[in-house]
């Protein structure tokens, strides 16, 4: 290792006044904060790749779903999972080493504990959305890895899922493991080849509007359609210029969709069309239509996890799948606290899947469904997709049906395996896998819907003085600190029918989230600026108190 190359490489990136903290979405803020951070990434890919003897580790440089001044980045394992937790702390470490001394001091401790052998090679690769400050931050990411003779690949502008589809083929090929062709070309070719062999003999429904955030999805998706062909499937895009500033993610997208519970600013939903948004680096998805009273019909993660728990779980009873030594395959759902608890209760009371919750994270989500035979997890923002065992796969190419109907459902189970992007959320298999399913099932976006329906919700934020002093616990639904506050959200609670509601803090900036739920509009809104006018007024709200907060007195009647 040449130390002064890193001191070298550091003072050319300088970092500044600020306190850096790795979360779920990795580094995330301003861009212009992000140049000395790109660098000291760059290290730590070099040092994560060694770590695995020279394993592909996989940088993404995106924002998702923020506004496009902010930027960040992200490192992804071998086979495409998100960061070890671990390694997060390096990452804080170098991050916020105040020299360069101090950072190789640092690259040095994790060389101990890791028992790295810095003989060995090192491999990265490098993707970003289509944020304007992307290429100086890649341009910082690369100065970092070549202070470390480590050898880096740029693919240039890629969706997240993609990257990590890509990161996982380079480090599975020539295996028993093999995920696909590590290239662009292979994703979609794999997608497409797999949608169709679902949906062969089915007839095509009705065209899909979707709302591409203005992001990476856009491209893609076109590439993706090219590929499946359009008498397969027809899409008509919107919201996909990706070339004028300020519109990525402005007013539209998932997360717009998912928060206001209204489409995109500039459309119209008209009864009868099926239309989604994606996020801004295309890992999430979320579908909704105007019933016939023209009304807002929102189709979000829930829906697609039971959706997909429901179809999976029937394909797996009339293939009549077992593991080769006879035992049933165990089929679970993992949902967090922001899930609607009309889901919670469907899954586990009318499909019989068992449901597991996790605090808020896909890192979480993930793991926990390693854990079934089959996995289907999905945030209710839409981000998720659905995991298989070894074990699983194994049962699906080992089977032979005995009739059409079992061979149909085995011949389906590997083509959804093939379809669904096991490595992380992706808007665009994820898309496909919700049209395969309802091809197959003959289902309208409304007879998807009236599987039940979902207690009225509504998500707040509040600016706050500390987030830090918010301690969630119990996967996210109750908080051990501030003192007091978690006995007031429940003495608010107890007053509403079907009453739900949690605060958590953000993972990247200092607010927290208030999230409500209970039988009716009305009550929902009530409990939710109740809440939020609790916490404003007593644990550290900072900027104008919004109009909407409602406020409390000692005994916790809300005041007139």
Same mark, same amino acid.
């Given at each position: 290792?040449?130390?002064?190359?890193?001191?070298?490489?550091?003072?050319?990136?300088?970092?500044?006044?600020?306190?850096?903290?790795?979360?779920?979405?990795?580094?995330?803020?301003?861009?212009?904060?992000?140049?000395?951070?790109?660098?000291?990434?760059?290290?730590?890919?070099?040092?994560?790749?060694?770590?695995?003897?020279?394993?592909?580790?996989?940088?993404?440089?995106?924002?998702?779903?923020?506004?496009?001044?902010?930027?960040?980045?992200?490192?992804?394992?071998?086979?495409?999972?998100?960061?070890?937790?671990?390694?997060?702390?390096?990452?804080?470490?170098?991050?916020?080493?105040?020299?360069?001394?101090?950072?190789?001091?640092?690259?040095?401790?994790?060389?101990?504990?890791?028992?790295?052998?810095?003989?060995?090679?090192?491999?990265?690769?490098?993707?970003?959305?289509?944020?304007?400050?992307?290429?100086?931050?890649?341009?910082?990411?690369?100065?970092?890895?070549?202070?470390?003779?480590?050898?880096?690949?740029?693919?240039?502008?890629?969706?997240?899922?993609?990257?990590?589809?890509?990161?996982?083929?380079?480090?599975?090929?020539?295996?028993?493991?093999?995920?696909?062709?590590?290239?662009?070309?292979?994703?979609?070719? &794999? @997608?497409? %080849?797999?949608? =169709?062999?679902? !949906?062969?003999?089915? #007839?095509?429904?009705?065209? /899909?509007?979707? *709302? $591409?955030?203005?992001?990476?999805?856009?491209?893609?998706?076109?590439?993706?359609?090219?590929?499946?062909?359009?008498?397969?499937?027809?899409?008509?895009?919107?919201?996909?210029?990706?070339?004028?500033?300020?519109?990525?993610?402005?007013?539209?997208?998932?997360?717009?969709?998912?928060?206001?519970?209204?489409?995109?600013?500039?459309?119209?939903?008209?009864?009868?069309?099926?239309?989604?948004?994606?996020?801004?680096?295309?890992?999430?998805?979320?579908?909704?239509?105007?019933?016939?009273?023209?009304?807002? &019909? @929102?189709? %979000?993660?829930? =829906?697609?996890? !039971?959706?997909?728990? #429901?179809?999976?779980?029937? /394909?797996?009873? *009339? $293939?009549?799948?077992?593991?080769?030594?006879?035992?049933?395959?165990?089929?679970?759902?993992?949902?967090?606290?922001?899930?609607?608890?009309?889901?919670?209760?469907?899954?586990?009371?009318?499909?019989?899947?068992?449901?597991?919750?996790?605090?808020?994270?896909?890192?979480?989500?993930?793991?926990?469904?390693?854990?079934?035979?089959?996995?289907?997890?999905?945030?209710?923002?839409?981000?998720?997709?659905?995991?298989?065992?070894?074990?699983?796969?194994?049962?699906?190419?080992?089977?032979?049906?005995?009739?059409?109907?079992?061979?149909?459902?085995?011949?389906?189970?590997?083509?959804?395996?093939?379809?669904?992007?096991?490595?992380?959320?992706?808007?665009?298999?994820?898309?496909?896998?919700?049209?395969?399913?309802?091809?197959?099932?003959?289902?309208?976006?409304?007879?998807?819907?009236?599987?039940?329906?979902?207690?009225?919700?509504?998500?707040?934020?509040?600016?706050?003085?500390?987030?830090?002093?918010?301690?969630?616990?119990?996967?996210?639904?109750?908080?051990?600190?501030?003192?007091?506050?978690?006995?007031?959200?429940?003495?608010?609670?107890?007053?509403?029918?079907?009453?739900?509601?949690?605060?958590?803090?953000?993972?990247?900036?200092?607010?927290?989230?208030?999230?409500?739920?209970?039988?009716?509009?009305?009550?929902?809104?009530?409990?939710?600026?109740?809440?939020?006018?609790?916490?404003?007024?007593?644990?550290?709200?900072?900027?104008?108190?919004?109009?909407?907060?409602?406020?409390?007195?000692?005994?916790?009647?809300?005041?007139?």
């Amino acid at each position: 290792m040449d130390a002064a190359a890193i001191v070298s490489g550091a003072a050319k990136h300088p970092r500044p006044d600020h306190h850096y903290t790795y979360g779920t979405a990795g580094f995330r803020m301003k861009a212009t904060l992000l140049d000395s951070v790109m660098f000291r990434v760059g290290l730590l890919a070099v040092l994560r790749s060694k770590s695995h003897l020279g394993k592909t580790i996989g940088v993404m440089v995106t924002a998702s779903h923020n506004a496009e001044p902010d930027n960040g980045v992200k490192l992804v394992e071998p086979l495409g999972e998100m960061l070890d937790q671990a390694w997060e702390e390096y990452a804080m470490d170098l991050a916020n080493a105040a020299t360069g001394e101090a950072l190789v001091a640092s690259v040095l401790k994790i060389v101990s504990v890791q028992k790295i052998d810095l003989d060995s090679s090192a491999s990265v690769v490098v993707a970003r959305d289509t944020r304007p400050s992307g290429p100086d931050l890649v341009a910082s990411l690369i100065d970092g890895v070549r202070s470390m003779a480590g050898q880096i690949t740029d693919y240039g502008v890629m969706s997240t899922p993609l990257l990590h589809y890509v990161t996982r083929c380079l480090n599975t090929a020539g295996t028993p493991d093999s995920y696909g062709e590590p290239t662009a070309e292979g994703y979609y070719s &794999k @997608l497409s %080849d797999a949608f =169709k062999r679902i !949906t062969k003999g089915k #007839g095509r429904l009705s065209a /899909l509007h979707v *709302d $591409a955030a203005n992001g990476v999805g856009a491209p893609c998706l076109r590439t993706l359609i090219e590929a499946i062909g359009h008498e397969h499937l027809e899409v008509k895009v919107a919201n996909d210029d990706i070339e004028t500033r300020g519109k990525l993610n402005h007013n539209c997208g998932a997360d717009y969709v998912k928060l206001y519970q209204k489409a995109p600013e500039g459309s119209t939903l008209v009864p009868g069309e099926r239309w989604c948004s994606l996020d801004g680096d295309a890992d999430r998805i979320v579908f909704y239509y105007a019933d016939a009273a023209c009304q807002f &019909k @929102l189709l %979000d993660g829930d =829906k697609i996890a !039971t959706l997909a728990a #429901g179809f999976i779980m029937s /394909l797996i009873r *009339d $293939a009549k799948i077992t593991h080769v030594d006879g035992s049933a395959l165990r089929v679970g759902l993992v949902q967090t606290a922001y899930a609607n608890g009309s889901s919670t209760a469907y899954v586990r009371d009318v499909m019989q899947v068992p449901v597991v919750f996790t605090p808020t994270g896909v890192k979480h989500l993930h793991h926990e469904a390693e854990h079934f035979d089959v996995g289907v997890y999905f945030e209710a923002n839409g981000h998720g997709t659905v995991l298989f065992s070894k074990k699983a796969t194994t049962a699906f190419h080992a089977a032979t049906g005995k009739t059409d109907v079992e061979t149909k459902a085995i011949e389906s189970l590997r083509a959804l395996a093939d379809l669904i992007n096991q490595t992380v959320g992706d808007a665009l298999s994820d898309m496909l896998m919700v049209e395969a399913i309802l091809v197959n099932m003959s289902q309208s976006f409304a007879d998807w819907d009236g599987a039940y329906t979902d207690l009225p919700s509504r998500q707040e934020k509040v600016k706050v003085q500390n987030r830090a002093a918010f301690v969630p616990i119990k996967a996210d639904t109750e908080l051990s600190h501030p003192e007091g506050l978690q006995g007031k959200i429940n003495q608010q609670v107890a007053k509403y029918k079907n009453g739900r509601c949690f605060v958590r803090p953000s993972g990247t900036e200092d607010i927290v989230r208030v999230y409500a739920e209970a039988a009716t509009r009305e009550e929902t809104d009530a409990l939710a600026f109740t809440v939020c006018g609790i916490v404003f007024d007593g644990y550290g709200g900072v900027g104008d108190r919004p109009a909407s907060y409602k406020r409390v007195d000692a005994s916790g009647n809300v005041c007139a």
